[in-house]
Structure formats: structure tokens, C-alpha cells
């Protein structure tokens, strides 16, 4: 079965610093890669996701993502993170190809201290 | 603005009633759509495929008879929770996809419901 693992489950940063959220899933074939953000009180919205293509992804609001197919790797960036970016962080997989249905990973909660 | 709506967003209910969620995709046909469930501090877990005109697929581990979901238009998804205990307790989100236009396969994900049954 698929699985998709979140290593940090709870970052905190200082604002400017950079980012970098791991991910990894259990999968064989073709995958599609997703990266969430829900903010305190709010629903999930999506920040950058990856079909096919340039591995490299750049999302919303300066955050990007590179799919390494050798590592099983999807892992989030940022160069420097601000106070608003305090929030919940999920990953997930499409389970199988053409389908929106997502297996999720844990969540990592990110907190920046101004 | 937002394509896919949830109501309500919070629910109180008394032990033992059922009450209903809905899921609309508000400028798409969605037939599918997806039902989540987000107990605190944890992962989003996919409960169920809700399938336009036909029965929804249910995860491992979820009772179909608790968890009744219908979606009777293309629009629409509705998810009941039946005779519901403090248990059921939790934020309920959905989803759908649309495979059109610009948005190119773009998921999107309701505002979710927040049950509390007391």
C-alpha cells in the first residue's frame, strides 16, 4: 500500500531562516506529489503539486518543491520564512494515476517566531 | 474564491442523531469526490470515494452504514453521519477534482465541517 512519511513533525524557526520539510512515499509507478498548507482556524490550500515535468516545482507565496524519483523524495523549500507562514504543512500522494484520491503524510507544524 | 463548499462549517449535535454535510462543487462537475476525516494534532484520512450516480468506495475500517454518503448530482456530495457518539467527534473535509479546463487536474478541498457531538 501506498505511504507517504514526514520526518519533522515540528519545526520551529526564526524568521529569515530557510526551510526544508522532508518527504518521502512508498510507491512504484507514476506519482503524482502534493504539497498542503492549513493555517490556523483555516482549510487546506494547496501550495505547489507535481504531475510530470521539471522536478523542480515553485508553488505559491515562495515555496518550492523537488521530486528526486531516486530517493522517493518530494520535499518542501523555502529560502526564508516569515511569521506567516506558521501553519501545518501536509504532503501527499495521489493514489494512483488519474484519481484525486490522496494518502496523506502526518503534518509538520511549522512555527516561525518573529 | 473557493470551488468546492462545505455546510455547515460546525455542528453540535446531541448523541445518537445523524446530521448531514455537504460537499458542492460550485463552477464544476465533479463525479468524484472525496471524504476525509482530521482528528486534531493528526493526518487528513481518507474515508471514502463518493461516485456520481453510484455507490461510494469505502477505506478499510469505515462503517458504510455509519457513514452514509450519497451523491446524487454532479454538484454534489452529501456525507450523514448516522446515530453519531462522542467519537465521531471530528473536522470533516472533502474534495474534488477538476479534470477541465485551466486548472489543469487541480484537487480542491472544501472549508471543512467541524462535528461535535455532545
Known amino acids: 500500500a501506498q505511504s507517504v512519511s514526514q520526518h519533522n513533525h515540528h519545526v520551529i524557526l526564526s524568521e529569515a531562516a530557510s526551510l526544508e520539510l522532508g518527504c518521502n512515499y512508498s510507491y512504484g509507478g507514476t506519482v503524482n506529489l502534493f504539497w498542503y498548507v492549513q493555517y490556523p482556524g483555516q482549510h487546506l490550500q494547496l501550495l505547489l503539486k507535481?504531475?510530470?515535468?521539471?522536478?523542480l516545482v515553485k508553488g505559491i507565496k515562495g515555496f518550492e518543491a523537488e521530486f528526486i524519483k531516486s530517493k522517493f523524495s518530494f520535499n518542501l523549500r523555502k529560502p526564508s520564512v516569515q511569521w506567516s507562514d506558521t501553519a501545518e504543512y501536509f504532503c501527499?500522494?495521489?493514489?494512483?494515476?488519474?484519481?484525486?484520491?490522496?494518502?496523506f503524510g502526518q503534518g509538520t507544524t511549522l512555527q516561525v517566531k518573529p | 474564491g473557493a470551488v468546492v463548499s462545505q455546510h455547515p462549517s460546525w455542528v453540535i449535535c446531541k448523541s445518537g442523531t445523524s446530521v448531514k454535510i455537504e460537499c458542492r462543487s460550485l463552477d464544476f462537475q465533479a463525479t468524484t469526490m472525496f471524504w476525509y476525516r482530521q482528528f486534531p494534532k493528526q493526518s487528513l484520512m481518507l474515508m471514502a470515494t463518493?461516485?456520481?450516480?453510484?455507490?461510494?468506495?469505502?477505506e478499510q475500517g469505515v462503517e458504510k452504514d455509519k457513514f452514509l454518503i450519497n451523491h446524487a448530482s454532479l454538484t454534489l456530495s452529501t456525507l450523514t453521519v448516522t446515530s453519531a457518539h462522542p467519537e465521531d467527534s471530528s473536522f470533516y473535509i472533502c474534495?474534488?477534482?477538476?479534470?477541465?479546463?485551466?486548472?489543469?487536474?487541480?484537487?480542491?478541498f472544501g472549508e471543512g465541517s467541524w462535528l461535535t457531538v455532545v
Open positions: 507535481y504531475f510530470s515535468g521539471d522536478p
Open positions: 501527499a500522494v495521489n493514489a494512483g494515476s488519474n484519481t484525486g484520491k490522496l494518502i
Open positions: 463518493s461516485n456520481e450516480g453510484s455507490k461510494a468506495t469505502y
Open positions: 474534495s474534488a477534482r477538476d479534470f477541465r479546463g485551466l486548472r489543469g487536474n487541480t484537487i480542491y
